[in-house]
């Protein structure tokens, strides 16, 4: 499969490619299994399942709280860890979920009830079982689709022009408003939120200050990095601050063979585990969708083609298997537009964006031809994560009821203190410390209210992309906007967004003359 990258390079010759690609293959394989890559593996792969199994930290923290760590790091290494992490938590969020009912991570929160229901009737370790496996072979599923089409969309992007960013960039921000849970209203003004912290810092090409009040700290923008940290961690903090809810009890405290009867499953379930793996990674490329939004609609999607639609919410594993595979496949496809286009498929990859330009990898195109072996090595990481996460994923199932047992009083204030150093350590300076108590405030104000947080996020992260190429384009076309829909891409890409805006509006014409012919 990793012959398919020699695509990316300009070379005629097709031994030339896959000589080229075979040795860039070979320096990927020393990056990886360098004794400190797999080291690094190895504890953030233990970190992720911790952090996934404990209620109320989710993969997206574990990912904001690797950051600090990472910035110590070489660029392999520092990506190998937060790819590591985010895998383990998506699946180790299963376990609170059967045996307490409460999802460890959102994405788990789909198949919550299900899981319970099994617990409750004595099949706890099917549920887990079927959890960790096809959570590992969605995982597979959606980095083979990333390694096969990431180098082809990377040739494509190279043909892109300003015009053609703009129009990708508004399409990412446009899909992350309609997709969610929340109210279009709310997604819309966390968006804008997010737009408006992004124009913090010299404007664009005339470098005059905006909006940064006298405070030199600000000249060049808001640090994504303690933002990141302060939104997804420091809200958190403060939610279980504010928490009165009694500790749960676990359901069971005897877990059996978590394998047992998985190959039969496997066979009796291979349509669902191939839905739900395509669809996870779809949704993934989709910007702003996430784990959560796949899990969800592969579960609807299980119970619609199920030939027992009515065993479900009674303790039923079909819906288990296809949003599992879903959870851990989306995870890959939203790596897709990160790495090729340079925007963000989820808050994951937007915090990995982040850690990609401090390690001077620039995401985009040119990434394959200036960084091919870092490329390499984060395909590898992917794979590597998802085989070793079925025996760390046996052996953290097997000491579940000890970790759920973790005094919370005592973890929290020592999340709070990580989150502290790590900020600081980022430019030795109280900005970052600053940075991260203000926006957990301002993330823990918005939820609590329901607004959701990933549509600020990307408004952050694209906001700068989306001005940079909408003046860059303006001062090539002499300030004729009639050019953003000339070149056949931007003008397909225009189509598309423009579709996305108005969907809500056309669907509620036709549901009101609906109403009135009845």
Same mark, same amino acid.
């Given at each position: 499969?990793?012959?398919?990258?020699?695509?990316?390079?300009?070379?005629?010759?097709?031994?030339?490619?896959?000589?080229?690609? %075979?040795?860039?293959?070979? =320096?990927?394989?020393?990056?990886?299994?360098?004794?400190?890559?797999?080291?690094?593996?190895?504890?953030?792969?233990?970190?992720?399942?911790?952090?996934?199994? $404990?209620?109320?930290?989710?993969?997206?923290?574990? %990912? +904001?709280?690797?950051?600090?760590?990472?910035?110590?790091?070489?660029?392999?290494?520092?990506?190998?860890?937060?790819?590591?992490?985010?895998? /383990?938590?998506?699946?180790?969020?299963?376990?609170?979920?059967?045996?307490?009912? $409460?999802?460890?991570?959102?994405?788990?929160?789909?198949?919550?009830?299900?899981?319970? =229901?099994?617990?409750?009737?004595?099949?706890?370790?099917?549920?887990?079982?079927?959890?960790?496996?096809?959570?590992?072979?969605?995982?597979?599923?959606?980095?083979?689709?990333?390694?096969?089409?990431?180098?082809?969309?990377?040739?494509?992007?190279? =043909?892109?022009?300003?015009?053609?960013?703009?129009?990708?960039?508004?399409?990412?921000?446009?899909?992350?408003?309609?997709?969610?849970? +929340?109210?279009?209203?709310?997604?819309?003004?966390?968006?804008?939120?997010?737009?408006?912290?992004?124009?913090?810092?010299?404007?664009?090409? +005339?470098?005059?200050?905006?909006?940064?009040?006298?405070?030199?700290?600000?000249?060049?923008?808001?640090?994504?990095?303690?933002?990141?940290?302060? /939104?997804?961690?420091?809200?958190?903090?403060?939610?279980?601050?504010?928490?009165?809810?009694?500790?749960?009890?676990?359901?069971?405290?005897? $877990?059996?063979?978590?394998?047992?009867? /998985?190959?039969?499953?496997?066979?009796?379930?291979?349509?669902?585990? !191939?839905?739900?793996?395509?669809?996870?990674?779809?949704?993934?490329? =989709?910007?702003?969708?996430?784990?959560?939004?796949?899990?969800?609609?592969?579960?609807?999607?299980?119970?619609?083609?199920?030939?027992?639609?009515?065993?479900?919410?009674?303790?039923?594993?079909?819906?288990?298997?296809?949003?599992?595979?879903?959870?851990?496949?989306?995870?890959?496809?939203?790596?897709?537009?990160?790495?090729?286009?340079?925007?963000?498929?989820?808050?994951?990859?937007? $915090?990995?964006?982040?850690?990609?330009?401090?390690?001077?990898?620039?995401?985009?195109? /040119?990434?394959?031809?200036?960084?091919?072996?870092?490329?390499?090595?984060?395909?590898?990481?992917?794979?590597?994560?998802?085989?070793?996460?079925?025996?760390?994923?046996?052996?953290?199932?097997?000491?579940?009821?000890?970790?759920?047992?973790?005094?919370?009083?005592?973890?929290?204030?020592?999340?709070?203190?990580?989150?502290? !150093?790590?900020?600081?350590?980022?430019?030795?300076?109280?900005?970052?410390?600053?940075?991260?108590?203000?926006?957990?405030?301002?993330?823990?104000?918005?939820?609590?209210?329901?607004?959701?947080?990933?549509?600020?996020?990307?408004? !952050?992260?694209?906001? %700068?992309?989306?001005?940079?190429?909408?003046?860059?384009?303006?001062?090539?076309?002499?300030?004729?906007?009639?050019?953003?829909?000339?070149?056949?891409?931007?003008?397909?890409?225009?189509?598309?967004?423009?579709?996305?805006?108005?969907?809500?509006?056309?669907?509620?014409?036709?549901?009101?003359?609906?109403?009135?012919? +009845?």
């Amino acid at each position: 499969m990793f012959l398919c990258l020699g695509a990316y390079s300009p070379l005629s010759s097709g031994n030339e490619r896959i000589f080229m690609t %075979t040795a860039v293959l070979l =320096q990927a394989f020393w990056l990886v299994f360098d004794p400190y890559v797999l080291l690094v593996i190895l504890c953030s792969a233990m970190f992720g399942l911790f952090v996934g199994c $404990i209620p109320g930290l989710s993969a997206t923290m574990a %990912t +904001a709280l690797l950051v600090p760590i990472t910035f110590f790091m070489p660029p392999v290494p520092a990506i190998a860890a937060i790819v590591t992490a985010t895998a /383990m938590a998506i699946f180790s969020g299963d376990i609170p979920g059967a045996l307490l009912r $409460i999802p460890g991570t959102p994405a788990s929160a789909a198949y919550t009830d299900e899981a319970y =229901q099994m617990t409750l009737k004595g099949q706890a370790e099917i549920a887990l079982g079927a959890g960790l496996v096809f959570s590992a072979i969605g995982g597979l599923f959606g980095t083979i689709v990333m390694v096969l089409f990431s180098p082809g969309l990377a040739e494509i992007a190279l =043909q892109f022009s300003s015009f053609e960013y703009f129009w990708l960039v508004v399409l990412g921000l446009a899909g992350a408003v309609f997709i969610g849970n +929340a109210s279009v209203l709310k997604a819309c003004i966390s968006l804008l939120l997010g737009l408006l912290i992004a124009c913090i810092g010299l404007e664009n090409p +005339a470098a005059h200050p905006r909006f940064t009040f006298g405070m030199n700290e600000l000249m060049s923008g808001v640090e994504l990095i303690p933002m990141m940290v302060g /939104m997804f961690a420091v809200s958190e903090l403060l939610r279980y601050i504010t928490n009165i809810d009694p500790p749960p009890m676990i359901a069971t405290e005897k $877990i059996g063979n978590i394998f047992t009867g /998985m190959w039969d499953m496997l066979k009796k379930y291979r349509w669902p585990l !191939v839905r739900g793996s395509a669809l996870g990674t779809i949704i993934g490329i =989709q910007p702003g969708s996430g784990a959560d939004m796949a899990s969800w609609l592969s579960y609807a999607m299980s119970k619609k083609f199920s030939k027992e639609p009515e065993k479900f919410g009674t303790g039923h594993v079909e819906g288990i298997v296809e949003s599992g595979a879903a959870n851990n496949s989306s995870l890959a496809g939203a790596w897709i537009p990160a790495i090729v286009f340079g925007i963000p498929g989820d808050s994951i990859t937007a $915090i990995a964006i982040g850690v990609l330009y401090l390690k001077n990898m620039n995401p985009g195109p /040119m990434i394959f031809v200036n960084n091919p072996e870092n490329i390499y090595a984060i395909f590898l990481v992917f794979i590597l994560a998802n085989i070793i996460m079925v025996p760390l994923g046996w052996l953290t199932v097997k000491i579940a009821t000890k970790i759920l047992k973790v005094p919370r009083n005592i973890l929290m204030p020592i999340i709070l203190v990580f989150c502290i !150093v790590g900020s600081f350590s980022i430019n030795n300076s109280v900005w970052g410390v600053t940075l991260i108590l203000f926006f957990g405030v301002v993330s823990f104000l918005l939820e609590e209210n329901g607004f959701p947080v990933a549509p600020a996020i990307l408004g !952050v992260v694209l906001g %700068t992309m989306m001005e940079e190429n909408f003046v860059t384009s303006m001062i090539k076309s002499d300030g004729d906007p009639l050019v953003f829909f000339t070149r056949p891409i931007a003008m397909w890409l225009a189509a598309s967004t423009f579709v996305i805006l108005l969907w809500p509006v056309g669907t509620w014409m036709i549901d009101r003359m609906r109403k009135s012919e +009845a």
